[in-house]
């Protein structure tokens, strides 16, 4: 155990040293100078990633405004430590201890405990999971869909079950099935289709039913829903139109610079420490190498835009108005509301409300490259075009761009910090032997948490002064307009007692720059 003390120390320390150095960026206005990127397949950018359809910029293409050495460098460290002798994972390592308060506190403890707070335990882990609550309220509430010609909803993660998991591993491909309690206007779950068969809260194992379905749920909800889609498929798309399309003094690059700054440099970095052979990903959950690159490759193509529309996709998913109560599905849509009134209030400035001719949308070439662009990278498109743009359905796809930096890159990132590390209820990764190995061994653990307590690093803000960023008086005004209602959302929700499964504005990352 002294060998595993002394490697784990040093990844603490490591992992310390990142969180206490990073500091917000000083977001300067965009340059002058155009750079157009042309994002190829990862395997063509990483080598070591053998990925086809997901596309990214190379790192010989990363714009000289986003360039650091001194990240190059570290994470490049990193890297390389992985697979070295120096690697965080070592073999034959006890299982963490039984009580999860225990496990905590010997994985996160000592200084790292000055800079950021221990995770604090839901509500719905305390005794049984309660599946119930959880599909309406927290992170998986994204999951929650209404069964097609049905009065059940479903967590549907099935597909998972298809891609290679790592050996001795259980499969954790499942689906949970839910019914409305009317009464309490609540959802509770009746069924779970997994590898132990289908199994319902009266079975002895049911307990075992919950830790597949929750596995499942963190693992795609990481790999996918935030990685994937938020990082690859939308965020690293969007900037990289917005840089190919709109010149440094177009009001829409003003607007959206602070939310797209610094994206290349940052995921070709945290791609590479994340999903290369050794890789946190790889080294955490429960897909080998190649499960993990096949899920990416596969997911990637099927990304939805809608999900950056809390009402619509809602709405699509058939849980607005559906008779239960919806905390997450209100906490976000409000959110939402404050950015499209901040983007429509923005546009009124440059655009008339008429959908053809002078004054219009449609009007600004700069703005059809752009909107033809993002269609052209996104997977699946997003829904607005140079033939049916308005200026009311650019506003909300603007709201949708923010969202998904801000909002949906914190509920699916650092938000888990408060779920993933109590793997009693929601276990990173299950074994078939459970007498050998009925927790996750000492190093998964402790990578776990150390990957989760680096995504809480600080960075800047979007309750900032951004009003810099304006090319005259009036869009200053909007965007000191949209800085006074975060600040009122903030204070209505500060009213209430704290949850931990609410998004406080307060809590919000301008960009997904790590």
């Not at 190059?72 to 460290?77: A, C, E, I, N, R």
């Amino acid at each position: 155990m002294l060998k595993w003390f002394l490697r784990r120390g040093f990844w603490d320390v490591f992992a310390w040293v990142k969180f206490r150095a990073a500091k917000p960026d000083d977001i300067k206005l965009p340059p002058t100078e155009r750079w157009y990127i042309e994002p190829k397949p990862m395997i063509k950018a990483i080598p070591q990633i053998p990925l086809r359809n997901v596309k990214v910029c190379t790192r010989a293409d990363i714009p000289r405004d986003e360039r650091s050495l001194r990240n190059t460098l570290v994470f490049g460290f990193q890297v390389w430590a992985y697979t070295s002798w120096l690697s965080p994972m070592q073999r034959g390592l006890p299982p963490i201890h039984e009580d999860p308060h225990v496990a905590v506190k010997r994985a996160y403890g000592g200084l790292r405990r000055d800079l950021f707070n221990p995770p604090d335990m839901p509500a719905e882990y305390l005794g049984s999971p309660d599946l119930g609550s959880l599909a309406v309220r927290g992170p998986f509430a994204c999951y929650t869909t209404q069964v097609k010609n049905s009065t059940d909803w479903e967590w549907d993660l099935l597909s998972l079950k298809n891609y290679e998991h790592h050996a001795g591993l259980k499969n954790i491909g499942s689906r949970v099935l839910f019914r409305l309690d009317k009464r309490r206007r609540a959802l509770e779950a009746y069924q779970i289709e997994c590898d132990l068969g289908k199994i319902t809260p009266k079975d002895p194992l049911w307990d075992r039913a919950c830790k597949i379905a929750l596995c499942a749920a963190s693992t795609d909800l990481s790999l996918v829903r935030h990685f994937n889609w938020v990082h690859l498929a939308g965020g690293a798309q969007l900037a990289i139109a917005t840089r190919n399309c709109l010149s440094a003094d177009h009001p829409l690059c003003r607007l959206l610079w602070p939310y797209i700054y610094g994206t290349q440099q940052s995921n070709d970095m945290v791609t590479r420490g994340q999903m290369v052979p050794g890789g946190d990903f790889e080294a955490t959950f429960s897909l080998s190498f190649k499960g993990m690159c096949d899920l990416f490759d596969k997911t990637y193509l099927q990304y939805r835009h809608v999900v950056n529309d809390p009402e619509r996709d809602g709405r699509a998913r058939g849980v607005r108005g559906a008779g239960f109560d919806t905390p997450t599905q209100d906490n976000l849509e409000a959110l939402f509301d404050t950015m499209l009134q901040f983007t429509l209030n923005y546009l009124k400035i440059y655009y008339s409300s008429n959908a053809t001719g002078a004054g219009s949308v449609r009007n600004d070439q700069q703005v059809m490259a752009w909107l033809e662009e993002l269609n052209k990278r996104v997977p699946g498109e997003v829904g607005v075009t140079p033939t049916n743009v308005t200026r009311g359905t650019l506003a909300r796809l603007l709201a949708n761009q923010l969202y998904l930096v801000t909002v949906q890159h914190e509920i699916l990132g650092s938000f888990m910090w408060n779920y993933q590390l109590w793997t009693h209820r929601q276990p990173a990764r299950i074994y078939k032997d459970l007498k050998n190995h009925p927790r996750e061994p000492l190093d998964v653990y402790q990578r776990l948490v150390n990957a989760n307590y680096i995504l809480n690093v600080r960075r800047r803000a979007l309750m900032y002064d951004f009003s810099y960023f304006g090319l005259d008086p009036l869009a200053k005004a909007a965007m000191f307009e949209f800085q006074k209602d975060l600040a009122t959302l903030q204070a209505k929700m500060d009213s209430q007692p704290r949850a931990i499964w609410l998004v406080y504005p307060s809590a919000l990352n301008v960009n997904i720059n790590a």
